[in-house]
């Protein structure tokens, strides 16, 4: 018997995920001082829908477990397929995000200030959907998904309006994604 064929039916080995570390040095981010990080946050994320709960102390108190940092142009920030673990909050700048297929690449949007990309792998482990790649140079908040274990632990009224927010725009997504797709069925 070859033992070194695959066994039929067998799951395959898992992949580890690709953590902010290894994308940080491959994409060559450089810090952002925690302080301007914050700014840009509170600036773009106050005033939304959950504002009265979501307030500048709240998001300094979130900022606690972000990394900020500035990316150049034409960085891949996060890549199709691969496994991931952390999300990423566009502070400043532009990323396109496109899906690969084998008939025909898809351009599926750009993601501007204030706009969250990668938590579909971080809040369901599940392997990246899209290409993300910087279209100008940005400044991005990230959060790695043990950090948002530990926010869950330490501030879970915070992690729930972080969580709430999240599927708030999931939804959002969801909407627009299923209004493109009956448009494309003749169904609208």
């Known amino acids: ?3 070194s064929a695959p066994v039929v039916g067998a799951m395959p080995a898992a992949v580890a995920p690709m953590t902010w570390a290894h994308r940080a040095r491959a994409v060559g981010a450089r810090p952002m001082p ?13 005033g939304g829908r959950l504002a009265p709960a979501v307030d500048a102390a709240a998001l300094t108190r ?6 900020f940092v500035h990316v150049d142009a034409g960085r891949a920030l996060i890549v199709q397929d691969e496994p991931g673990d952390f999300l990423l ?6 990323v396109g995000i496109d ?3 084998a008939a ?5 949007g750009e993601a501007r200030p204030g706009d969250v990309i990668g938590e579909m792998a971080v809040l369901d482990a599940g392997p990246r959907v899209s290409t993300c790649v910087t279209r100008t140079p ?4 990230v959060l790695e998904a043990a950090a948002l274990q530990r926010l869950m632990n330490d501030e879970p009224r915070l992690a729930l309006l972080l969580l709430a927010g999240l599927a708030r725009r999931l939804s959002l997504r969801l ?3 299923s209004t493109r797709l009956a448009a494309l069925l003749g169904d609208g």
């Open 89 to 94: 909050v566009v502070l400043d700048g532009s």
């Open 104 to 108: 025909d690449p898809a351009h599926l």
């Open 34 to 46: 925690p302080a301007d990080g914050v700014a840009r946050l509170v600036a773009l994320w106050s």
């Open 1 to 3: 018997m070859d033992r």
């Open 175 to 177: 909407r627009h994604a």
């Open 99 to 101: 899906r690969a297929a």
């Open 62 to 67: 979130l900022a606690d477990h972000l990394d």
């Open 138 to 141: 940005c400044a991005l908040a």
